[in-house]
């Protein structure tokens, strides 16, 4: 894998959780009036929208360390 292929992939993945959780809070903010009908759509769109937070920080974290390697390897080069 290269570092641009890494890069691309774990945008995608921040982009794509960010969608997901775009649409989570959607389900949470539709859900509010009925929580005492549904409560169980209610609880599914919070852990959802939780797990999302949670791969975008992981994503976030690949994208750094991309960043690092990259301006690393620059630097390194460069004196």
Known sequence: MTVTSGMNKALAGV???LREMMAYAGKIASTGASVASEPAELAEAV???KHSQL???ASVKVVETFDEVLLGTLLDEKV
Do not use: D, E, I, P
């Open 15 to 17: 982009n794509k959780r």
């Open 47 to 49: 852990v959802g929208m």
């Open 55 to 57: 791969q975008v920080a």
